[in-house]
């Protein structure tokens, strides 16, 4: 079974070169990615971007969407690859480009992924990898810094030549990074509230619920009864502080 390339996407987070554009819509356009994403890029010189795309790649330049904001332009997607050279307490369980291209296959039926890459000097950041449900990273030997295009080319190469051995079976549609983004606004304002994570620094607690729910592969009607909850825990909540003055009487 192979990957569908049409709920493939590359997102260029905060890049700094127009080349680095250029030579990464190259090489999505090589491995046939439709999709191209770039968010607050420092220098979108068309002409520059386009010597390294050259023309073949001209419709995928023009086509590419620029997004001021990371979570606006993840919105949209269901599954989101972090590609990361460091490893660390919040970098666990990252996978090689061959290993996650097998484990796209099935996902990609009916969900839209995102390929997400950090800025070229420093990669993605701990608060980039909160939106992010797999890490994969480029095996490399003493040397492991790679070129951004390089590193685009490595995954999508893995992508479009894997041929999964597993056959085709119910692949559900996953929440999207909209959807989830709104479910952890709610559970951070309703688990400080009843003092399940800490008031001073709820976003360093909720990163854990997110790990544990990234690893469940919520899909949308998960996602609104996890909301339900939410709401139905601060009403209780506002009742019982509404009755407390009246039972004090």
């Not at 070169?17 to 999505?28: D, K, L, Q, S, T």
């Not at 890029?41 to 001021?68: C, F, N, Q, S």
Request: glycine letters at 4%; aromatic letters at 8%; a neutral charge.
């Amino acid at each position: 079974m192979k990957i569908n390339l049409d709920n493939i996407a590359v997102v260029l987070n905060e890049p700094h070169y127009p080349e680095n554009i250029g030579a990464a819509v190259r090489a999505a356009r090589n491995m046939g990615i439709s999709r191209f994403l770039v968010v607050n890029p420092a220098d979108m010189d068309l002409t520059r971007i386009l010597k390294m795309a050259t023309y073949h790649a001209e419709d995928l330049v023009l086509g590419i969407e620029v997004h001021e904001r990371l979570e606006e332009a993840l919105e949209p997607f269901q599954y989101v690859v972090g590609s990361t050279a460091r490893v660390g307490s919040r970098r666990q369980f990252v996978r090689n480009p061959r290993q996650l291209a097998v484990e796209l296959v099935p996902i990609s039926r009916k969900n839209r992924i995102a390929l997400l890459f950090g800025p070229e000097a420093s990669g993605l950041d701990n608060e980039h990898l909160r939106y992010c449900d797999a890490l994969v990273t480029i095996p490399t030997a003493e040397f492991s810094s790679i070129n951004l295009a390089q590193a685009v080319m490595i995954m999508v190469y893995e992508l479009f030549t894997t041929d999964s051995e597993k056959k085709e079976g119910f692949t559900p549609r996953l929440a999207t990074s909209g959807e989830l983004e709104a479910m952890y606004v709610n559970l951070k304002d309703t688990l400080t509230k009843i003092n399940f994570i800490n008031p001073e620094n709820p976003d360093y607690w909720i990163t854990s619920i997110r790990r544990f729910f990234s690893r469940m592969m919520l899909r949308g009607r998960d996602v609104q009864l996890n909301r339900g909850i939410c709401r139905q825990i601060d009403w209780y909540c506002f009742t019982r502080t509404a009755k407390k003055p009246r039972e004090e009487e």
